[in-house]
């Protein structure tokens, strides 16, 4: 029976990443729909979950994605209560390779490693991978900050975080990189992750604070989001801080994707989110 990968994307085409990654995970076929909201995912739902057996349904298999982080949450919400009894499926919600690239981050920075008490600033956490590694710090008992260009999506992402996962992150404004290195001052981790080709901090701005211990910056794309650090990256030494670049932390991320993928196809009842994915980050690392 082969194994069908349905891709509920939040925005309006479905992603070509998640879809190569898809199959690289073991489905037979992706099948990738755009524009997919809580209001018409119902009958998206229902054929997934009514065309297979009790012992077949393991082969059909649901993946949640696009840009949005809040709405890949609530598609999750909608797709879960569409389920009853025994009618279900496996789901992933991974928006923008939100659980999995900040899974992967954190996962290395903690590896062999407490983060419990240590002051953490996550850089541009408004997004979707910043999000869930704000939760994740937080769940290693980091005291996490999280910084936006503007105050009110600051709070706005540290409120959905507290009320996804119980922790309060604290909402800082840094409008530019300035005011970024000024947000770093005192902590002992930073977590870039702001968009694509974006520099958050200069060189100058992480090298001279002394306490700062690990830096990971999730954008592979120059200008990287730490000056002063290579994409490649991995555990290295720079200044004195333990450094992990995007393509660093993005091995990992692949290989859990790959993972996650393939254990959607082992039962018909998991969803796999933050804890499930970061778990599995944890045994990978
Ligand atoms: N390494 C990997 O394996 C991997 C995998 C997936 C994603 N990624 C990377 O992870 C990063 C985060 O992904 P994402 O989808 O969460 O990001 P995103 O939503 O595209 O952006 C994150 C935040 O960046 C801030 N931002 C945007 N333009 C900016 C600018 N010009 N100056 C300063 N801040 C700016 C925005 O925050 P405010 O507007 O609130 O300031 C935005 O919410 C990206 O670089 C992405 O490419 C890496």
Request: charged share 20%; net charge neutral; proline share 3%.
């Amino acid at each position: 029976m082969k194994k069908l990968l349905f891709l509920f994307d939040t925005d309006p085409m479905p992603s070509t990443f998640d879809t190569v990654v898809g199959y690289d995970g073991g489905a037979d076929r992706v099948i990738g729909y755009g524009g997919v909201t809580p209001s018409n995912v119902g009958a998206l739902v229902d054929g997934t979950i009514f065309t297979r057996g009790p012992n077949e349904k393991r082969h059909t298999a649901i993946f949640i994605g696009g840009g949005n982080m809040v709405a890949g949450e609530q598609l999750l919400t909608a797709v879960s209560k569409r389920f009853f009894g025994s009618f279900r499926v496996s789901v992933m919600l991974d928006s923008n390779g939100s659980n999995t690239t900040a899974a992967a981050g954190v996962a290395q920075l903690a590896k062999g490693r407490d983060l419990g008490s240590m002051k953490a600033v996550v850089l541009a956490g408004t997004g979707p991978v910043g999000m869930r590694a704000a939760a994740l710090l937080a769940k290693e008992g980091a005291v996490v900050s999280l910084t936006s260009r503007v105050k009110q999506r600051a709070e706005a992402a540290c409120r959905t975080i507290e009320a996804r996962f119980g922790a309060l992150p604290h909402p800082v404004e840094a409008i530019d990189s300035e005011a970024r290195a000024a947000a770093i001052k005192g902590a002992h981790i930073v977590f870039a992750a702001g968009a694509i080709g974006v520099e958050l901090l200069e060189a100058q701005h992480w090298q001279s604070q002394s306490e700062i211990e690990l830096i990971a910056d999730c954008n592979a794309q120059p200008p990287l989001g730490i000056a002063g650090i290579e994409a490649v990256d991995k555990a290295k030494d720079r200044s004195g801080k333990v450094i992990f670049g995007a393509l660093g932390i993005g091995a990992l991320k692949l290989k859990l994707h790959r993972a996650c993928i393939g254990q959607l196809f082992e039962r018909s009842d998991q969803v796999l989110d933050a804890e499930q994915i970061y778990a599995q980050a944890k045994a990978m690392t």
